[in-house]
């Protein structure tokens, strides 16, 4: 079962990128270019096919996406990938390479990387058709015209990998909107699919809220209307038009694989650089000044809204109010030792450890306790976005000033606004400039650091 229904799209793009290099770098081994310089060579042609992958789109193959689309891709990759190589010879001035065999390798690469990339694209749509595996639960709101078709591609094309739930007449007496909103959670949808000219705006405004705090992804079934004045994603499934209200970067299976190496090469530099010798010396402080265990747990909300134990250098005496309230300032359970690393954030650095186990980002929406998030997904709306991704040591908030205790809820709103802003603009500069604020701001000190 859990074979079945677990999501690997994310190993998919990374597993891609690995095979086709040691593809294009293992023919060039095997056959007699006669390149002089081998570490040269074979650093020219994979950054080239990173590039070149990266410009293309080369691995953006989704569960929808045509024969004809993967045949475009590799004909632009490859086109350019034989320009590339052949300018190796006159840039770094190879005069004895054979062209011929340089020829014979361009045409094993390009029939071992097709073949393999049409054989990944067969075997996933049979995985899906066939196994049921990776399925995505959808429903349609809406019975025009388009909203059927979609219907019929959604139960004829099992090979995409969509089990259709059910389609809400809008145009009934009994739709109702709350009973709607109901079922889809009942049901646990993963995506929605609404024909925008059966709903009104309000209605529209109420999905798009409802979507964002519960985690479901929206998309729209268009009409020749300009409904939308914002960036939509076009899609097709089959013929039918699909418009997506959000892209999230980090669904990205490319981004999403950049930072999680990056998580883990900063972690294990932190752990074993840092921690290693830091947990036994704060060990020792903490244990003489209150009696207690060095590390402090809590659960927090994590990434699709589930929970996880946090961990942080314990610097409040025990207590049965951990759970329920905030450190606030001059607070009375907070030990000498532990104003210091709260205040420098040294405190948090035991998270490296949730980093490097998946449970956490180095930067990210900092993760909340289970009492807040029951509490403000309920009162701030867009509140949930923030669990689009994993929750992060440092974020994007926390360097604009709003870190620390909850004072009122303003505080919390301003949070989400920096939040959602970093789930929908996510990019590595983004996290390497936080990062550096970070501990610009741990070295200089912070007002609400206590």
Request: net charge positive; with cysteine; hydrophobic share 45%.
């Amino acid at each position: 079962m859990f074979f079945k229904q677990g999501s690997y799209s994310s190993f998919i793009t990374p597993s891609s990128y690995i095979f086709d290099l040691m593809i294009v770098n293992g023919f060039a081994y095997l056959l007699p270019i006669n390149f002089q310089n081998p570490i040269i060579f074979h650093s020219y042609i994979s950054i080239a096919w990173i590039i070149l992958s990266l410009k293309n789109e080369f691995y953006q193959i989704y569960r929808y996406t045509k024969v004809t689309y993967i045949l475009r891709l590799l004909f632009a990759q490859f086109f350019f990938f034989f320009l590339i190589l052949y300018a190796f010879i006159g840039f770094f001035k190879q005069p004895l390479m054979s062209r011929l065999a340089l020829a014979e390798y361009f045409a094993f690469a390009f029939i071992v990387v097709s073949i393999i990339k049409f054989l990944n694209y067969i075997l996933l749509m049979k995985y899906r058709g066939s196994i049921k595996g990776n399925l995505r639960n959808v429903v349609v709101v809406g019975k025009s015209k388009k909203a059927d078709q979609l219907v019929d591609v959604f139960e004829e094309r099992t090979e995409y990998g969509y089990q259709f739930i059910k389609q809400f007449n809008t145009k009934e007496d009994l739709f109702n909107l709350q009973d709607c909103f109901a079922y889809i959670i009942e049901k646990n949808v993963n995506e929605i699919y609404c024909s925008v000219s059966e709903l009104d705006n309000e209605e529209l405004t109420d999905f798009i809220n409802f979507a964002d705090n519960n985690l479901k992804t929206l998309k729209f079934i268009p009409d020749n209307k300009n409904i939308f004045s914002k960036k939509l994603k076009f899609e097709y499934y089959d013929y039918i038009p699909i418009l997506s209200l959000r892209d999230i970067p980090l669904h990205n299976p490319i981004n999403s694989f950049l930072k999680r190496t990056f998580d883990i090469l900063f972690s294990i530099i932190i752990i074993l650089g840092l921690l290693s010798w830091l947990i036994p010396l704060l060990a020792i402080i903490i244990s003489l000044e209150s009696r207690g265990p060095v590390f402090f747990r809590q659960k927090r909300n994590g990434i699709d809204n589930r929970e996880f134990y946090c961990y942080k250098f314990r610097s409040m005496a025990p207590n049965d109010d951990a759970d329920d309230y905030q450190a606030s300032k001059n607070d009375m359970r907070v030990t000498r030792i532990g104003k210091f690393i709260r205040r420098t954030s040294i405190d948090e650095l035991p998270q490296f450890y949730n980093v490097f186990f998946g449970t956490m980002s180095v930067v990210g929406p900092r993760p909340h306790m289970v009492k807040h998030t029951n509490e403000y997904a309920n009162k701030v709306d867009k509140y949930m976005l923030r669990h689009f991704v994993k929750p992060g040591i440092t974020g994007l908030a926390q360097v604009r000033g709003y870190r620390g205790e909850i004072e009122k809820d303003n505080d919390m709103l301003n949070r989400i606004k920096f939040d959602i802003f970093y789930v929908e603009n996510w990019s590595l500069f983004l996290d390497l400039k936080i990062m550096t604020q970070t501990v610009f701001n741990a070295i200089s000190g912070e007002d609400k650091a206590y």
